[in-house]
């Protein structure tokens, strides 16, 4: 009972922090205009992944692009921390997860997170991003799921005049795509 009692108490501090995370997000008007290296981020994510896994995936990360972005650093962690988060969390042990960021041809760039996790059936793909929303509630409960992550990487992209593409079909994994465009000051360096 003691056991079950901390892992409600954890899920419910990672739900309040998440709901205040979502409305600092919404009351806040002016976005950071920072540049955000890239190199860093992306080895931070990597150390994220290898911790949340415990050594239980294959973790790769890949800077097929060698730029940096503009933006909010503090947003941009938050949102690509989610969806390595994601992976991990539902991705089975022995399972893969890559990290890679590409320069699109305008001047704009995504970082990809795919996986050979579980897969999302197509019904569910066009809501992932609402508040609340779960495609299982019993994997949410084994994983610790909110329900608010992807609404608010979604929102961090929208702030960022990007956004989120998703593919995946059960059984195949899925590959989650942050895109951002290049801003008239060129987003990216």
């Known amino acids: 009972i003691i056991e079950e009692m901390r892992r409600q108490s954890q899920r419910m ?32 994510l990597r150390r994220e992944a290898l911790a949340l896994s415990q050594d239980r995936h294959e973790v790769t990360v890949e800077d097929a692009a060698g730029v940096d972005l503009r933006g909010s650093a503090r947003e941009l962690h938050s949102a690509f921390s989610n969806l390595v988060a994601n992976a991990v969390r539902y991705t089975p042990s022995g399972g893969r997860i890559t990290v890679r960021l590409e320069r699109h041809a305008d001047g704009g760039a995504s970082l990809s997170v795919s996986d050979t996790g579980y897969g999302i059936p197509e019904a569910h793909l066009a809501r992932l991003t609402e508040r609340f929303y779960r495609v299982s509630s019993s994997r949410t409960r084994e994983t610790g799921g909110t329900g ?42």
């Open 13 to 44: 501090t990672q739900l309040v922090e998440d709901l205040l995370a979502l409305s600092r997000l919404e009351a806040q008007d002016a976005l950071e205009d920072e540049d955000v290296p890239m190199a860093p981020l992306l080895a931070t």
């Open 148 to 189: 608010l992550g992807l609404a608010i990487v979604k929102h961090i992209l929208n702030r960022h005049r990007g956004g989120l593409t998703v593919e995946s079909a059960p059984g195949q994994g899925a590959a989650f795509t942050a895109w951002l465009p290049a801003a008239p000051s060129d987003a990216v360096t």
